[in-house]
């Protein structure tokens, strides 16, 4: 069951990755309750993520299970068994994980996206380093870029920040709370040849807390992918999308120039936007424009285009 289903949608989904230049993808998602893996192909390496779950098997039963599931996935992917790199990872409304360490194997590698470089590791983090689910949006954010000073915030590995560079952005600001991620970040920005301090900052810092002393009427374009939760010890409060929201968009609005576009997403399943409190020209739902083809029908995160007036 498990091997026709994989068969069928890689067929699929390989002939699109081909066809779109593309060899990050996710090909499994959950689609038989009896195997819940998530399965993403990392060029000619495969990330395959178990979500926890009551099987009902014993330690050993299980490991059978798992073993023959991942031999199946190899022989249909056409992956070398050494090269499946496998996690157990729970089941999260948003991103508020990514900065959880799993193991200390320190397995990077480049893969290429649209040209581009990343860095990715498939070890030792509960997320690789690259968002597959906004690789539309990023192509957006690289195509409004030219000649304008561009926001990432909450940036993680600083993928839009890359895109934004490789559109000709004059400026590039990325802030995230982790040295880490935001020295991945930096260094996803030396692969791609962006190493001008005067163009492209770093600023490791609390968003909520910087935010509040951003120059005003600044940027022309913003990138907004906050967790849904956060309470990390290094921030000054707790995080809750749904409730702040208003808040912190409006916020960021006023780091805006007039008619500056602002990229919000988030990965809150419920999430419900208080428009009419969001001080906005335009208030525009892109999900559906930003669905790449390897997650229709999977996409739990929502994206709005907002423009300030």
């Known amino acids: ?83 499946i790199h496998q996690k157990l990872r729970r089941r999260k409304s948003g991103r508020e994980g990514q900065y959880q360490k799993l193991g200390e194997e320190k397995e990077f590698f480049n893969v290429e996206e649209d040209g581009l470089l990343f860095k990715v590791n498939l070890n030792d983090y509960l997320d690789t380093g690259l968002f597959l689910d906004h690789r539309i949006t990023r192509k957006m954010v690289r195509q409004q870029s030219e000649g304008k000073n561009v926001l990432n915030l909450f940036a993680y590995t600083g993928s839009f920040s890359v895109y934004a560079a490789a559109g000709g952005a004059a400026e590039v600001v990325t802030v995230d709370l982790s040295n880490t991620y935001l020295n991945w970040a930096r260094e996803n920005m030396a692969l791609n040849g962006f190493t001008d301090p005067q163009r492209y900052q770093f600023i490791a810092a609390d968003v909520l807390q910087w935010i509040e002393q951003a120059p005003p009427n600044h940027f022309d374009l913003v990138v907004l992918d906050p967790p849904t939760f956060s309470n990390s010890k290094k921030m000054n409060e707790f995080l809750d999308i749904q409730r702040d929201h208003v808040r912190l968009v409006n916020q960021v609005l006023q780091t805006m120039k007039p008619g500056g576009v602002l990229y919000f997403s988030t990965n809150a399943r419920k999430f419900i936007p208080e428009k009419d409190k969001i001080n906005a020209a335009i208030f525009q739902d892109i999900t559906r424009q930003t669905m790449a083809f390897d997650f229709e029908g999977k996409l739990e995160r929502l994206c709005y285009r907002i423009v300030k007036p």
């Open 1 to 83: 069951m498990f091997e026709n289903r994989l068969t069928k949608k890689f067929r699929h989904l390989r002939k699109q990755a081909r066809q779109q230049g593309i060899s990050c993808y996710r090909v499994y998602d959950h689609d038989i309750p009896e195997f819940p893996f998530c399965l993403e192909m990392y060029g000619d390496k495969l990330y395959a993520a178990e979500y926890l779950r009551r099987h009902g098997m014993n330690e050993e039963d299980h490991d059978i299970w798992l073993d023959q599931s991942l031999q199946i996935a190899a022989r249909v992917l056409g992956i070398e068994p050494d090269q």
